[in-house]
């Protein structure tokens, strides 16, 4: 892993100077990312991104889940991307201080599962136990379901060859 960058921004926490530092790294049969990370000396808050080096322009990537396997597939999520998994009924967009990551379509599911769980203990709603009960599914592999990435800075990746990638006009809805 290469320095390629150390800049200062302002904590979102503190506003004290925070200072980043960018890395190239290559992933094999895969190519170079650009992995950001810093911590406040003031407040402790860490930051950190994970970014592809080049970007294809605005892009929608597909997966369809079809087998337990397939939720160890690796993604890498830009800060910038919107996930979809419609058959979950599931949206997670990205806010002002969202951060890349790179993880599994099992790691993605199963942070939407706890964030559910923690929406649904104020709830009495009965959906609320109908979406964890589909989402435990999922993550159990006993049912399909299609992920979409949505990345107007087309730097996220789906790493299977059974990704569908797909460039898309930069005044679309999905963006």
Known sequence: MEKILEYDINCPVC??????SDY???????????????????????W??????????PVKI????????????LVIKSSTCTIKIPDLGAEII?????????TTIEGIILSLYEKVEFMCSSSNSPNCLEK???????????????????????????????SIE??????EDEI
Request: charge should be neutral.
């Open 94 to 102: 990205p806010g002002y201080d969202s951060h890349g990551y790179i």
């Open 48 to 57: 950190s991104d994970v970014r592809l080096a080049e970007s294809k322009g």
């Open 132 to 162: 964890l009960d589909l989402i435990k599914k999922a993550l159990n592999g006993e049912i399909e379901f299609t992920i979409e990435l949505i990345d107007p800075m087309g730097v996220s990746k789906i790493l299977s060859e059974k």
């Open 62 to 73: 597909k997966f369809k889940v079809s087998s337990v396997e397939d939720l160890n597939t």
């Open 24 to 46: 190239l790294y290559e992933i094999p049969f895969y190519g170079k990312i650009i992995i950001s990370s810093g911590v406040c000396s003031k407040c402790k808050y860490k």
């Open 166 to 171: 797909e460039i898309i006009e930069k005044h």
């Open 15 to 20: 506003n004290s100077v925070l200072k980043i």
